[in-house]
């Protein structure tokens, strides 16, 4: 059965409208391309990327029950016709809001008798007397939403503490058919949650304890009538944990219930993880934590352009359904901070040009589209921007999406980034500790790289710059002082010495918890973390400047590849077009019709890719679909002056057709 969306019928509607203008005979066959995909798609779970929102990034831990029935209330009255549809409790809902408890506080989680999370009755009333979630879940049925909870990695050290039985276990776990299976039966205490360690840690899923809990946890969700499960601490280069997620899933599909399952948290994953876990999921972090910061946006271009780019996204999912790459929950509107104790209280920090490149990138790759401010307060123009009908159908319903080019922008200089990597992969920078003064012993932090942006001959520049400030000091702080000063004169390397001493810093550990990168240019980017515990940093005499407790290097990186073009095409014979500028000057960038043709039919639903027919000069109308207006003709190329940080986004209707249907 081939089932039109209403989006995808007013498209036809209003590409009939524009085509008459180029009069040809595309409608038939965009009618059929549209049936075809629809057709292959409309099957399963996930069936387009998931949207809803995420308690998350305006409650961290703490939201409560009112608080989030007045969110789903205002998706179920105002987000619901654009699509969104999960409302997801994400993590803790089982801790005790004690003054002592924190993210970081094992000790303070609820359970049942069979050592399961059951939701603090405090924040959640509905929940009390161990009715668990399905109260909460029958009053998000009743708006027309779905139910989603946050869960965690394996089992919780309050119930390992309480040593917990184990509900439907068979056997005993020595065998002597007496002892029946318990908590810290199942418990691999050497594997904890990489970035909540004191709190959780993996069972043993080959094991008929280990085997029998999952499967007891996920009867429970389904009893509560949970839709969707947010798993965290099991995906990513940290927490990698093939073994629960195939046990989970298999879960999942014995309760009968459909359930979309998704994965975190997603810190350096890479295609081959994607391989992985499609089948097994509907939707997997490609990042860590992504907050309003520009360089946590910024940081999400080349992942989406990686996974985009091996087909991995639509990939199969579980139960028949399909898989999304989800580039992490949108920080938009009204904002709390990573994993604080408090509410939302703060506006976002990106401009609106951030936002919408933002938005654009998240849309154009199809990743799913969770909203994570509080929207009690959302403000008018960050509604519009998640409700754009035009960029909404084309993360629902385009196909062929990725990165087709990627460029320097020649008059626009990128400033350096700071990252966290792999110390295997720092070959570009070279740390050192150097004195401020000639003989004087106040000392700092340095690093030089060659910047192949300004390549001339066999020539290559250094780009180097310096921590301010003596080292005791801690130099993440000095370099938030200092951070717009990136072009220091030349330290020679025999200047340089490499440090025996170890100092702290503290935004140290804001990188272990949420490794990603940081650009220089822009101080706000290292935010305060004096709640959270310093890292020790230590040069090497290979020039490394590694954490002494994660291992992981700083490194910082040229960016060089500031211009970059998406494309998609859409159910109507369209073509989306996306210009991203992620330099610090505003910048033309242009595809040539030419260019985007071509692209169009080598990307095909078929296999075999299409033959372009053509019958006059090549011509394109189209909407430049943020400012909503519609484009004059187009001959030759489409370009566009796009702000710094900014994005545009055109859908395009032109005069070909392709013979790949
Ligand atoms: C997990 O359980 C299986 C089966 O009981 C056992 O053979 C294996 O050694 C256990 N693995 C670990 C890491 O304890
Ligand atoms: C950067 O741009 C150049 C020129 O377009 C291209 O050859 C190169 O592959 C790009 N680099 C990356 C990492 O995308
Ligand atoms: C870096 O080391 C990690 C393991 O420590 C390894 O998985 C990775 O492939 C290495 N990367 C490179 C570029 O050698």
New binding site residues.
Partial sequence: MVRMELATIRKHVQCRRRLDTLGSIILLLTSLISEIVSSSSAQGLASTPPRGWNSYDSFSWIISESEFLDNAEFVANTLKPFGYEYVVVDFLWYRKRDPKASIWSPGFDLTDEWGRPVPDPVRWPSTAGGKGFGPIADKVHAMGLKFGLHVMRGISTSAIAKNTPILGAKGSPDGSGERLWRAQDIALRDRPCFWMPSCFVSVNTSSEGGKAFIESLYQQYASWKVDFIKHDCVFGAEDMSLDEIEAVSQAIVNTGRPIVYSLSPGVRATTAMGFDVHKLSHMYRVTSDDWDFWNDVQSHF?VARDFAAVGLVGASGLQEGRSWPDLDMLPLGWLTDPGAPYGPYRRCRLSSDEQKLQVTLWAISKSPLMYGGDLRNIDKATLDLITNPVMLDMNANSFGNREV????APDNEAPPVLRLVGCNETINTRWAVHQKFLGSNNEQLCWTVPDVSFSSGTRTRELNGCFEGPLSRDPCTEFLRNAKKVNVPYLHPDQARSSTKEFETLCGNYWKQWPTTYEIANKEHFVSSSKLIGETWRVTSTGQLIGTKHGLCASIQVQ??VSRIWIARGLSGNVYVAFFNLGLKPSSIAISLDSLVKDQASYSPRKQPGNIILKSGLQCVGLDVWSNKQLGILNGVLSALVPPHGAALFSLTCNYTITDI
């Fill in positions: 080349d080019h990627s460029g320097p060089v590849n």
